[in-house]
T-cell receptor, first 110, second 112 residues
Framework: DAKTTQPNSMESNEEEPVHLPCNHS???????IHWYRQLPSQGPEYVIH???SNVNNRMASLAIAEDRKSSTLILHRATLRDAAVYYC???????????FGKGMKLTVNP | EAGVAQSPRYKIIEKRQSVAFWCNPI?????LYWYQQILGQGPKLLIQ????????DSQLPKDRFSAERLKGVDSTLKIQPAKLEDSAVYLC??????????FGPGTRLTVT
């Protein structure tokens, strides 16, 4: 399994964009990059995933570096509801297995 | 669309007792997972079912943990006997494809 490095925590202000970084330098060419988040006292929630190209959905955008050794999850306008632990997870192509690390805690200030 | 349902939400037992958790996945999802999440850590996969067959149970402590998924729908996870280190949140997830997993709210187990 590819290893990931995320900051332990980040802070942002409400209604401002937030860029959440993840390093995955040992990722293989067929690994997808998945992001999940976990709000307090809830199960994890799927956010987005990508392989090579940048991806957008209603929740966030995912920017993947050209060498694929890092990626950035972008929340365009943070809300209080975005306060959560965010997990960056490389997933082997063809696999369904999620290997969660400790993740990164995002605090959103009003 | 109804989400993944789990019960009970909380359970307190003494060590060496038995406990069972129940999960009802999202309708139509063939794949079901059980995870264990110890406080301060990310979830750890215990077992994965595809319909009613086991795909991966490599991290399930089989001397005390067991799981089944009858008829490819609901699933139960059992611990017998429980140890103090089994105190954790047990999460069930289901998936329609390999790209997204949908998690339930979890069962918080405290072993005293």
């Amino acid at each position: 399994d590819a290893k990931t490095t995320q900051p332990n925590s980040m802070e942002s202000n409400e209604e401002e964009p937030v860029h959440l970084p993840c390093n995955h330098s040992t990722i293989s060419g067929t690994d997808y990059i998945h992001w999940y988040r976990q709000l307090p006292s809830q199960g994890p929630e799927y956010v987005i995933h990508g392989l090579t190209s940048n991806v957008n959905n209603r929740m966030a955008s995912l920017a993947i570096a050209e060498d694929r050794k890092s990626s950035t999850l972008i929340l365009h306008r943070a809300t209080l509801r975005d306060a959560a632990v965010y997990y960056c997870i490389p997933v082997e192509g063809g696999s369904e297995k999620l290997v969660f690390g400790k993740g990164m805690k995002l605090t959103v200030n009003p | 669309e109804a989400g993944v349902a789990q019960s009970p939400r909380y359970k307190i037992i003494e060590k060496r007792q038995s406990v069972a958790f129940w999960c009802n996945p999202i309708s139509g999802h063939a794949t079901l997972y059980w995870y264990q999440q110890i406080l301060g850590q990310g979830p750890k996969l215990l077992i994965q079912f595809q319909n009613n067959g086991v795909v991966d149970d490599s991290q399930l402590p089989k001397d005390r943990f067991s799981a089944e998924r009858l008829k490819g729908v609901d699933s139960t996870l059992k611990i017998q006997p429980a140890k103090l280190e089994d105190s954790a949140v047990y999460l069930c997830a289901s998936s329609p494809s390999r790209y997204e997993q949908y998690f339930g709210p979890g069962t918080r187990l405290t072993v005293t």
